[in-house]
Nanobody, 123 residues
Framework: QVQLVESGGGLVQAGGSLRLSCAAS????????MGWYRQAPGKQRESVAA???????NYADSVKGRFTISRDNAKNTVYLQMNSLKPEDTAVYYC?????????????????WGQGTQVTVSS
């Protein structure tokens, strides 16, 4: 099994910064794309940012220029640096990864989610 553990959420004032981390662990796996999603109360989960295994990135329009996604492949960890935070960024942030797990019958690609971390931005 592959597990994702997130950290770094919290309460911050508008204009402040937070850095989220998400580390993948397990046995006999490799990680392809990784990303961050968020879900605010009463809203659907939405993609915030994603990064490929090669480092290509894409962002939701609402966070472009403020958020930066990066990864450390050696540590199987993805980061989300969030600057100039706004109250509308308040949400539970989830880490997601496409993992390839070695099974006895061959490689299996699975979609893995973290448990979520709360980010609250006060005005």
């Amino acid at each position: 099994q592959v597990q994702l553990v997130e950290s770094g959420g919290g309460l911050v004032q508008a204009g402040g910064s937070l850095r989220l981390s998400c580390a993948a662990s397990g046995s006999t796996f490799r990680i392809n794309a990784m990303g961050w999603y968020r879900q605010a109360p009463g809203k659907q989960r939405e993609s915030v940012a994603a990064i490929s295994s090669g480092g290509s990135t894409n962002y939701a329009d609402s966070v472009k220029g403020r958020f930066t996604i990066s990864r450390d492949n050696a540590k199987n960890t993805v980061y989300l640096q969030m600057n100039s935070l706004k109250p509308e960024d308040t949400a539970v942030y989830y880490c997601n990864a496409e993992a390839v797990v070695a099974r006895w019958y061959g490689d299996q690609t699975i979609d893995v989610w973290g448990q979520g971390t709360q980010v609250t931005v006060s005005s």
